[in-house]
Nanobody, 127 residues
Framework: EVQLQASGGGLMQPGGSLRLSCVVS????????VGWFRQVPGKERVAVSC????????YYEDSVKGRFTISRNNAKKTVVLEMNNLQPDDTADYYC????????????????????WGQGTQVTVSS
């Protein structure tokens, strides 16, 4: 069974940085795009960023552009989300997910995720 382990969350002051990691096991990782999603209580889970498997193209939700950077290491089966200049609106539970296939680069959206989320990691941005 595919497992996704997200880590790296925590409490950070506005303007600070966090580094989220997602380790994936039991799958040919290099054949899948991976996305980071976040959810706050009472709202739906939304895509924050994703990275393609074939061309490493990336997508960022508008509110995180210029602040977050996604990268992947196929040898380590890991996707990292570097989050800089964190703001209170970034407070959420963050989840990683493998992505379904999508033709072309991830320039304007993330593909739909598979329904396998792991436990997530909590990010709280507060002074």
């Amino acid at each position: 069974e595919v497992q996704l382990q997200a880590s790296g969350g925590g409490l950070m002051q506005p303007g600070g940085s966090l580094r989220l990691s997602c380790v994936v096991s039991d799958i040919d990782f290099e054949d899948y795009g991976v996305g980071w999603f976040r959810q706050v209580p009472g709202k739906e889970r939304v895509a924050v960023s994703c990275i393609n498997y074939s061309d490493n193209s990336t997508y960022y939700e508008d509110s995180v552009k210029g602040r977050f950077t996604i990268s992947r290491n196929n040898a380590k089966k890991t996707v990292v989300l570097e989050m800089n200049n964190l703001q209170p609106d970034d407070t959420a539970d963050y989840y990683c997910a493998l992505l379904t296939w999508k033709r072309g680069p991830y320039d304007d959206s993330c593909p739909m995720p598979y329904n396998n989320w792991g436990q997530g990691t909590q990010v709280t941005v507060s002074s």
